[in-house]
């Protein structure tokens, strides 16, 4: 077990209510949770996106905590939050890191593995 390490996993969905295809906006949520998996406490800092919709155009997104949060996850603790991205497109991806501080003043960065956001059965 690695003394700093978070580890990412990511649910998706596809928001058909705030969505407008015909205008191409395509509206999804994410659902993060974040579990610290190593041995010492660690705050999440801020974050790192990279949103990249199917014509390859890019968008990167940076800000401190999220969802208005700097969790702090004592060893086997989690935190889970929920928001979104419009794209222009019906696919795309995300991928990122989370900037962290453990307890003991060590810097380190939890990778965000990437993700699709797609249209249900679009994807064969």
């Known amino acids: 077990m690695a003394a700093y390490e978070l ?7 596809y928001l058909e209510e705030q969505s407008e295809p015909d205008r191409s906006k395509y509206a999804f949520a994410y659902t993060i949770t974040i579990r610290n998996t190593g041995k010492v406490a660690s ?7 990279i949103i990249t919709d199917a014509t390859n ?16 996850l004592q060893p086997g603790e989690q935190f889970e939050y929920t928001s979104g991205a419009t794209l222009k497109t019906p696919q795309g991806s995300m991928t990122g ?13 939890a990778k965000i593995p990437e993700f699709v956001l797609s249209l249900p059965r679009t994807l064969h």
């Open 7 to 13: 580890t990412v996993s990511v649910r998706t969905r």
């Open 43 to 49: 705050q999440l800092i801020s974050r790192h996106w």
């Open 57 to 72: 155009h890019v968008e990167e997104v940076r800000g401190l905590g999220v969802v208005g949060q700097q969790p702090l």
């Open 97 to 109: 890191e989370f900037f962290c501080v453990a307890e003991d003043g060590e810097q380190f960065v």
